[in-house]
């Protein structure tokens, strides 16, 4: 196995999270819950073995378990979400990381972080500053993981650094220039493009509703795995949002 997958599945409150940068459409409960099995299986079938964190019903953003957490080695560190609303999830997630056997330490007040806005690649962590995560909550970060070198990042029109730009199996950004000011972006075909899971290897897991980009990524010699993930999207998640990697 290549590790665990944190998971956590939709509550039926889900169409009432948080939209800040689009429209709010329609959520399906139960599709919604169809979408997560089917991308906890993509993961599993990429050697992560999911371990799901306890329901949350009452939480409609609780399925976005990357905001709560950000993994580095053995290191948990649990956020503090800008978004208020969202700080009782945290707690949860708390135990299932102790349960895991990781080490736990807090972001504190006034500090702000997100972990939607926390990009790891090697020993560089890029830090989006943006509505969710402030410049305390970037500090505390860089101070709790000295053995990485934390990049804060200027964002604009989106919600989290990882909406804007992830990381291919290789280190290569892939990103929406239009939304952050990064080098030697690659460019998605399709805004959903710019997310990407490296599952291990030259394996990346995308959302379907980027074809193009995945016929890409394709060409560069990966091996695409997508997943249908509509009402997430409708929510301003992707596919980095719905779980934490934490490789063995």
């Known amino acids: 196995m290549a590790g665990i997958a944190l998971v956590r599945k939709p509550g039926p409150r889900i169409a009432e999270g948080i939209v800040t940068h689009i429209e709010r459409e329609p959520v399906d409960h139960r599709w919604a819950l169809a979408q997560h099995d089917a991308y906890v299986e993509a993961l599993a079938a990429g050697g992560w073995r999911p371990v799901?964190?306890?329901?949350?019903?009452?939480?409609?953003?609780?399925?976005?378990?990357?905001?709560?957490?950000v993994v580095s080695g053995r290191l948990a560190v649990l956020t503090r979400p800008g978004a208020p609303e969202r700080r009782p999830e945290v707690d949860s997630v708390a135990a299932a990381v102790h349960e895991l056997g990781l080490t736990?330490?807090?972001?504190?007040?006034?500090?702000?972080?997100?972990?939607?806005?926390?990009?790891?690649t090697g020993a560089t962590l890029y830090a989006g500053r943006s509505a969710r995560t402030n410049d305390?909550?970037?500090?505390?970060?860089?101070?709790?993981l000295p053995e990485c070198e934390v990049v804060p990042v200027k964002m604009r029109g989106v919600l989290h650094l990882k909406s804007a730009v992830t990381a291919l199996p290789d280190?290569?950004?892939?990103?929406?220039?239009?939304?952050?000011?990064?080098?030697?972006?690659?460019?998605?075909e399709e805004e959903p493009g710019a997310h990407v899971v490296p599952l291990g290897g030259d394996r990346v897991l995308m959302a379907a509703s980027a074809p193009r980009t995945a016929a890409m990524l394709e060409q560069r010699g990966l091996a695409v795995t997508t997943v249908d993930i509509s009402e997430y999207e409708k929510l301003e998640g992707c596919v980095t949002c719905l779980s934490v990697l934490i490789p063995d």
């Open 52 to 69: 799901y964190v306890p329901p949350a019903d009452e939480l409609p953003d609780s399925p976005f378990v990357e905001d709560a957490v």
């Open 104 to 120: 736990a330490v807090r972001i504190a007040a006034p500090g702000t972080l997100d972990g939607g806005d926390v990009l790891q």
């Open 136 to 144: 305390q909550g970037i500090e505390q970060l860089a101070a709790l």
């Open 171 to 188: 280190g290569t950004l892939i990103g929406d220039p239009r939304h952050v000011d990064l080098p030697d972006l690659l460019v998605p």
